[in-house]
């Protein structure tokens, strides 16, 4: 996908998003952050599936504004950990839900080896070249026999024209080499269930609407309304489907190595640590712009909007929070 495309569809759209849930209220924001293709059967799939549950520690990599899951979170009591690549995505997930959020690439996870009890990857791998390095991290950061759920468009043919930029749709073939030779079993996968209910959709819709309002005239507005309908003809057409998918990491086995106890399979056990001392420099960092000082200031004098770091430092505390857990549970 190119820059400005990948930009968007996925960054600028979930802020315009996060923006819109604030006016038309909290009921619009899991609806809307789930974008359309996450429809509560489908999240109710996948749930099911791998068998979540209350306190379960669920890692979503490219978790985008966080709709799928805040969904978890609310209907099964999982603890989720999300990881996503674009800044305004990570900003509207910690706006709208209070997630803990991890900017990062789904290549390189900055969590320890086995820390996670089940995974979701959903919409994700189509639009990544290297679909084995983000499969190969998913498994390193699973526990053993942890559950794995997707949402992948899989394509009927190897080459598909007129694709959404940057997008890159793997074959039902390559998709269970891939899954295979990652270190993952694909234990069961059906065609995405149909739409969803009218009262999930309106609300949609609605926040849909006030974007649309707000950002018609936005090249970037225009650059992701491409993309949705791009892959909408594929769709219709059954070039592509949606596709669910349950995989089960394979455990394995390994020598024992007593020097090298407590390190992950990259040799760099302290992942956690690292990310501990970085979220504490950021907080410190937020914590002097002394938001409560500014908010007490004239608009005209200010040179940050101090509701915007209040907002950061509770993504942040909830952040430091997952970390610590993760680091205790460790030990």
């Known amino acids: 996908m190119t820059a400005s495309a990948m930009v968007a569809e996925f960054d600028d759209v979930a802020g315009w998003t996060a923006e819109a ?23 109710a799939w996948l749930a099911e599936a791998c068998e979540l549950s209350a306190g379960t520690t669920l890692l979503d990599v490219g978790a ?4 799928p899951a805040a969904w978890a979170a609310e209907r099964f009591g999982v603890r989720p950990i999300l990881v996503e ?52 991290e998913i498994k390193r950061v699973l526990a053993p026999g942890g559950s794995l759920g997707l949402l992948v468009v899989v394509a009927r043919s190897p ?4 694709a959404p930029d940057g997008n890159h ?34 609300r949609a819709e609605q926040v849909a609407a006030v974007v649309a309002a707000r950002h018609r005239g936005d090249r970037a507005y225009a650059l992701a309304a491409g993309q949705g309908e791009r892959l909408a003809r594929l769709l219709a057409s059954g070039r592509l489907s949606m596709q669910l998918v349950h995989a089960v990491s394979r455990p394995v086995r390994r020598a024992s190595n007593t020097q090298g106890e407590g390190m ?25 712009s002394r938001a409560g000082e500014a908010a007490e200031s004239p608009a005209a004098e200010w040179l940050f909007d101090p509701t ?24």
Do not use: Y
């Not at 209220?25 to 359309?36: L, Q, S, V, Y």
């Not at 080459?159 to 007129?162: G, I, P, Q, S, T």
């Not at 760099?268 to 002097?288: K, N, P, Y």
């Not at 770091?309 to 030990?331: I, K, P, Q, S």
């Open 21 to 43: 849930v604030e006016l038309l209220g909290e009921r619009h924001a899991i609806p809307a952050a789930c974008r359309g293709s996450a429809s509560p059967a489908a999240l």
């Open 64 to 67: 985008g504004a966080g709709g």
């Open 85 to 136: 690549r674009m800044p305004a995505a990570c900003r509207a997930a910690a706006r709208l839900f209070g997630l803990p959020v991890i900017t990062a690439d789904g290549a390189r996870i900055p969590l320890r080896t086995g820390s996670a009890d089940a995974a979701w990857c959903l919409g994700v791998l189509d639009t990544v070249r290297d679909k084995a390095a983000v499969l190969g």
């Open 159 to 162: 080459r598909v024209r007129a």
């Open 169 to 202: 749709f793997p074959t039902q073939r390559e998709l269970a080499a891939l899954l295979d030779a990652a270190g993952f079993d694909l234990v069961e996968q059906i065609d995405r269930p149909g739409s969803a209910p009218l009262a999930w959709s309106r």
């Open 264 to 288: 992950n399979e990259h040799g760099d056990g302290g992942f956690e640590i690292e990310l501990e001392v970085e979220i504490e420099a950021e907080l410190t960092l937020v914590e002097s």
């Open 308 to 331: 915007d770091a209040e907002r950061d430092e509770v993504g942040l505390r909830n952040l430091l929070g997952a970390a610590e857990a993760l680091e205790g549970e460790h030990e």
